[in-house]
């Protein structure tokens, strides 16, 4: 039996899961090698909503080519910008002022609980559970109404440009967040309650979808999905940007590899997340919250790259530039992408079920895998 | 006092006055098939709407309110347009299995109706062997599982079909041994003896402890049997799209549709009647006013009163629970439910003889 899981011999039932399918949350097509119920192999295919991100940017501005990468990881569109927004400002050297910057991580913080909500949900709903989607829908929806106000979008918000933030805050913004950090407060049993301690929930997630820390160095896994082996990979504490070394926070790790291991990550990710917050939004510094900029952008000739990490792992811009006014060559090194690599050393050997299971913990946003 | 039994006396005499015999009773047919079928079409109405506004109770939500009062007519309207749909059968299907599955599962689930006591004398069919008649027609509805993923010539069907014929066939024993130790305690297997028995109050009060453990196997076990998350993983959204029914459509999809959802009524109708006292109002041993009292509210209320109940505690389940994996779903039958069970009922018959119960 173990010697033949990788192998497909004659006689192997192989399913297409996806591109229509409704454990996949997207385009992603698996093509999947059973034996009875038990997974012999899982190959990705790619490339159903590819986009050509990347090559589009080469045409774009450094002003322009920001609003792309919402539609990437469009859960965390800020994350994303901000992203592009710190590699284009390390290459023209801008200083950023305070209270954009305070802005930037409020809003960063934000958007990875708004993500990690969501991930909660749709990961309930892979084991069967409609429940709880509504439920993280309704701590979501007040964060959106947030962002609606003081971005004017609630999905892809074009909020960061190089230099600082498009608009200043919403007069409402401070009371709306507070609001919503006592709402969450109030609500965050409910999670425990309906989903974690439930022990179908416990018996599916624990021991299923095992990475050790070796996998997850050599597959590149990062995010919530790598430090669930107990990889220290958070960008904001190895690599620090923006005023991120002067926040107390720490760095979530687990140590069991599990799939229950990154759900608890996760988890507890949406407290730290919380907590920044807390810090930061009675102390918005005065002040400009955008730097003076040149009109037209450019670069000086040269390699620049700048990593963050979004909700789902470390998100990499790398910019060639020739000196232009718009980048020779763009790569952005995408987390969903090097976390799907991992899949099928997860789940071989283990049942169908599993795969639902695992493949929801790792959180995977296919257009950010595709581009 | 109100009764069902006076209606159907009044009307078997007035067949049998103006008609020969003969002919009566083929009228007699003709109306108890009609009234089945009645019955079956208005369960399916309501309970869809019921398991639909529960759902969005549960879920913080409206549910459906656009068609009629609250959205009352919605499963209505949703009737009307499976019944337009185009039926469609898939090229490699086996043509003559894949239209007969659904009518097996659907004709199945009109069977076990016949000897549930609706009312006080008021059921199709009085068998002296009802709790056996049940369990063996109702295990033939995997058959037609079976059969629909097997001809439908997918992939997907046919694991959901492989899975649900492991999951029936496991906890019919769980079922089974759950209502044995209640005939242990009544010493009968017919619908309206257990009833009867339980004049002076219902078993699941009167039997002590085991009476309450196999209540609630029998509650776990029927969840599994009608397919019912957290058991449902035959049809398993997440994992198999839509498990065994995945290529049917119109119709015939709207007929397995009906089938689960009579197949929850029948068992949840069984499980009032074997453990709550069916259609016998809640009476309390030798308190005799009261008795009375109880026994002025409509005997058919009181039935579809514990059902619905049930029903409601199923549907619970299912916006609660998440779904289980096939092995740990076979592990829960065969290492806890059977063996517990399978004590349980030596401990009922040890009950019953000793004269423990009440």
């Known amino acids: 039996m173990v010697e033949e899981i990788g192998k497909t011999v004659e006689g192997d039932l192989v399913i297409n899961v996806g591109p229509q399918h409704p454990a996949t949350h997207g385009v992603l097509h698996l093509v999947i090698t059973l034996n009875g119920e038990t997974i012999k192999k899982v190959e990705p295919h790619l490339g159903y909503i590819h986009r050509s991100i990347e090559k589009m940017c080469e045409s774009l501005s450094y002003r322009q080519f920001i609003y792309t990468t919402s539609r990437m990881d469009y859960l965390s569109a800020h994350i994303n910008n901000h992203a592009c927004a710190l590699c284009v400002e390390k290459g023209l050297q801008i200083e950023v002022p305070e209270r954009a910057q305070v802005i930037r991580v409020l809003m960063d913080e934000l958007t990875r609980i708004a993500s990690h909500e969501l991930w909660w949900g749709a990961m309930a709903m892979d084991l069967g559970a409609f429940t709880p989607f509504f439920h993280a829908f309704r701590e979501r929806e007040t964060i959106n109404d947030i962002m609606e106000e003081t971005c004017g979008a609630r999905l892809t918000m074009n909020y960061m440009v190089p230099g600082g933030v498009m608009a200043d805050l919403h007069p409402n913004f401070q009371s709306r967040v507070k609001n919503f950090l006592q709402l969450y407060k109030r609500k965050i049993h409910e999670y425990d309650e309906l989903v974690t301690g439930n022990i179908i929930f416990q018996n599916r997630m624990k021991g299923v979808g095992y990475l050790s820390p070796e996998d997850v160095i050599s597959y590149g896994v990062t995010g919530p999905a790598g430090r669930g082996s107990g990889v220290s990979c958070d960008v904001r504490k190895l690599y620090p940007y923006e005023i991120y070394s002067k926040l107390q926070f720490d760095e979530v790790l687990e140590t069991a590899g599990d799939s229950f291991a990154r759900y608890m990550v996760r988890l507890r990710e949406m407290q730290q997340s919380i907590r920044i917050v807390e810090q930061l939004i009675d102390n918005i510094p005065d002040g400009e919250y955008q730097a003076k900029t040149k009109a037209v952008l450019k670069l000086p000739k040269g390699e620049f790259y700048q990593r963050v990490e979004t909700a789902r792992g470390e998100l990499g811009v790398y910019i060639v530039s020739e000196g232009g006014t718009t980048p020779y060559r763009i790569k952005f090194r995408s987390p969903g992408f090097s976390n799907l690599s991992a899949l099928d050393h997860m789940t071989r050997g283990e049942k169908l079920g599993d795969l639902v299971a695992s493949m929801g913990t790792l959180d995977l946003v296919i257009p950010d895998i595709d581009r | ?358």
């Not at chain 2, 046919?158 to 769980?174: C, N, W």
């Not at chain 2, 009968?188 to 009833?195: Q, R």
């Not at chain 2, 009524?265 to 309390?284: E, K, N, R, S, Y």
Request: charge should be neutral.
């Open chain 2, 1 to 358: 006092m109100f009764s069902l039994e006076s209606i159907t006396t009044l009307v078997q005499d007035w067949l049998n006055k103006t008609f020969p015999p003969n002919l009566a009773l083929f009228f007699e047919f003709v109306i108890i098939g009609v009234l089945a079928i009645a019955l079956f079409a208005g369960l399916g109405l309501v309970l869809v709407i019921m398991e639909r506004k529960v759902a969005a109770w549960i879920q913080i939500r409206l549910g459906p309110n656009r068609v009629g009062p609250k959205g009352m007519f919605q499963s209505l309207a949703d009737t009307v347009k499976l019944i337009m749909k185009e039926g469609l059968t898939p090229d490699g299907a086996d043509k003559f299995l894949f239209n007969l599955a659904p009518y097996i599962v659907m004709m199945v689930a009109m069977l076990v109706l016949a000897p549930i006591g609706f009312a006080k004398g008021f059921h199709i069919w009085d068998i002296n062997i009802g709790v056996l008649y049940v369990s063996a027609i109702s295990s033939v509805s995997v058959i037609g599982i079976l059969m629909a993923g097997w001809a439908s010539n997918n992939k997907y069907s046919l694991l959901g079909a492989m899975r649900s014929g492991a999951q029936m066939v496991s906890y019919e024993l769980s079922v089974g041994l759950s209502v044995l130790s209640i005939i242990v305690l009544t010493g009968s297997l017919g619908l309206n003896d257990i009833v009867l028995s339980q004049q002076d109050g219902w078993w699941i009060f009167k039997g002590h402890i085991p009476a309450i453990i196999s209540f609630v196997i029998f509650i776990i076990a029927v969840t599994a049997e009608t397919n019912r998350a957290p058991f449902d993983l035959a049809e398993a959204e997440s994992e198999l799209t839509a498990g065994f029914h995945t290529e049917y459509s119109g119709m015939k999809f709207a007929l397995f549709f009906l089938a689960e959802y009579i197949n929850i009524f029948i068992v949840c109708a069984i499980g009032a009647t074997l453990f709550l006292g069916g259609w016998m109002p809640f009476h309390i041993g030798h308190w005799e006013a009261f008795n009375h009292v109880m026994d002025y509210i409509p005997s058919f209320l009181w039935f579809f009163g514990k059902t619905f109940f049930l029903i409601f505690l199923i549907m619970w389940f299912r916006w609660t629970f998440p779904r289980l994996r096939v092995d740990q779903l076979l592990n829960l039958e065969w290492k806890y439910l059977l063996p517990i069970s399978m004590f349980n009922l030596i401990l009922m018959t040890l009950v019953s003889i000793k004269g423990w119960h009440f």
